[in-house]
Each structure stands twice: as C-alpha cells, then as structure tokens.
C-alpha cells in the first residue's frame, strides 16, 4: 500500500474515536467517589449498597445510582454483606382464628406505630409524585340533609283533609301542628299512622 496524500494515516484515524483519551462528561467526581468509600466505610458498613444508596441520597445529598455505588466500592475491595445465616426449619403456626387475621409481629403496636411515624415520611420522599394541578380534586364536605334529598327517591303524594298520605301500603300523618308550615316539610316530620 501506498500512502498517498496521506490515505492510510486518514484511514486510520478514522477508525479511533474523536473523543479518545478525553474524560466523559457524565463521569463522577473523584472527590464524591473518594465520599462515597469514606461515608460507607466509616457509617454505612453494615448496609447492603441498595439501602447505602438510598442513605446516602437522604442524609448526604449524594444523588447516585446503586451501580455507581456497586462499582466504586467493588474498586475499593468492599462486598455488598449478605445474610449468612443457616436455615431454619420450617415451623408450621396454628391456623388463625379468622380469615385476614395477622398472623406475627415481632414488635409491640405502639413500636410499630411509632416506626411507621418516622418510615411514611422517608416512603413519601422517595416515592411521591407531585400533582400538576395543587387545587384538591374532591369536594368539600356537603350538608348531610342536602345529599339525603340528592340520593332520595322523590314521590309525589296528596295530602288528604286530615294531612295523611299513604305510601307502600303505610299511611303516614303529619302533626297537628304542621297545618300552618306545610313548606318546611323534611323526611323526618312524617310519623306513621298507627
């Protein structure tokens, strides 16, 4: 082969990549890799790197991915710690009184009462999804009279001379004193004839 005009050199640098040797934008800082070790060596130890990543988001606003964390620590010789426990053998538990019932809790009800307090804040923050529109979506509460009269039947009764109607097969009286404020008449007014 002949190199005229350059043709091979050409050739060849076309097959390097132009951005060869450089630093890749989305790389992580050194310094927040060397944080990440320090922080999980000195307060995270125990952690798998799932939760260790979790953690460090929460309380050190270190916002990596768990294979960002996996991969530095693996570099630096830390394994994510397993259970190593030997299995235990399966102990059957008496059936439930009732169906739905809990079976186990291995704390009191105020312990987890109290737990729950503290992890629904931390289960908001991390899962959340903040509404477009901030206006609430349901209605205020509405007078408990106005929605008997929304979900009731309506009938249309005439009142007799002695202010009674029957409804069903039942006949219903009003009050004496309801002559004179037939307008005001609600559902609860009415007693049956007996």
Aim: charged share 25%; with cysteine.
């Amino acid at each position: 082969m002949s190199d005229e005009g350059g043709g091979i050199q050409k050739w060849v640098m076309s097959i390097l990549h132009k951005n060869r040797g450089r630093k890749p934008a989305n790389a992580l800082d050194p310094d927040v890799a060397e944080a990440i070790t320090r922080i999980y060596q000195a307060e995270l130890s125990g952690y798998n790197f799932c939760h260790a990543t979790d953690v460090l988001a929460e309380e050190k606003d270190i916002f990596v991915s768990v294979s960002t964390v996996s991969r530095y620590l693996k570099a630096n010789g830390i394994r994510s710690p397993k259970a190593k426990r030997r299995p235990k053998k399966h102990r059957s538990r008496n059936a439930r009184e009732s169906e739905g019932e809990m079976a186990q809790m291995d704390a009191s009800l105020e312990q987890a009462n109290d737990f729950l307090k503290q992890y629904i804040s931390y289960y908001n923050r991390k899962f959340a999804v903040q509404a477009i529109n901030p206006e609430k979506a349901y209605l205020p509460k509405q007078n408990m009279f106005e929605l008997q009269l929304i979900f009731a039947k309506h009938e249309t009764r005439k009142l007799n001379s002695g202010l009674s109607f029957s409804f069903d097969n039942h006949k219903y009286r009003l009050p004496d004193q309801a002559a004179g404020c037939l307008k005001s008449l609600n559902n609860n007014f009415f007693s049956p004839v007996s």
